[in-house]
């Protein structure tokens, strides 16, 4: 559910633009970091494992001070923000407010 949920809120910052959106690595380690009851070294092991074993997510090198990270494909990033709306209690509401 955190990457589904970091996946939507990527998407949110991409409307209107081609390809998948960077995702800069301090933003992802929040991500990760609320599930490891706020461990930055467990974060760190987890980002590790989902670029380099799962392929979650392909680093892109640094840009500024941080490194980026984007989705494999921008069909699965759309896929993954999908499923976090999929699971909100206000689905429909929210479909047609994005829609609009």
């Not at 991409?14 to 933003?27: Q, R, S």
Request: proline share 2%.
């Amino acid at each position: 559910k955190v990457i589904q949920n970091l996946a939507f809120a990527t998407h949110a910052t991409n409307v209107g633009k081609e390809g998948v959106a960077d995702i800069p690595e301090g933003v992802l380690l929040n991500y990760l970091r609320q599930l490891l009851a706020n461990d930055t070294a467990k974060a760190d092991l987890a980002l590790h494992y989902i670029e380099e074993r799962a392929g979650l997510l392909i680093g892109q090198g640094e840009s500024g001070l941080q490194r980026q990270y984007t989705f494999p494909h921008r069909t699965f990033q759309e896929f993954l923000a999908a499923c976090h709306l999929a699971g909100q209690n206000d689905f429909c509401s929210t479909v047609v407010r994005l829609a609009r």
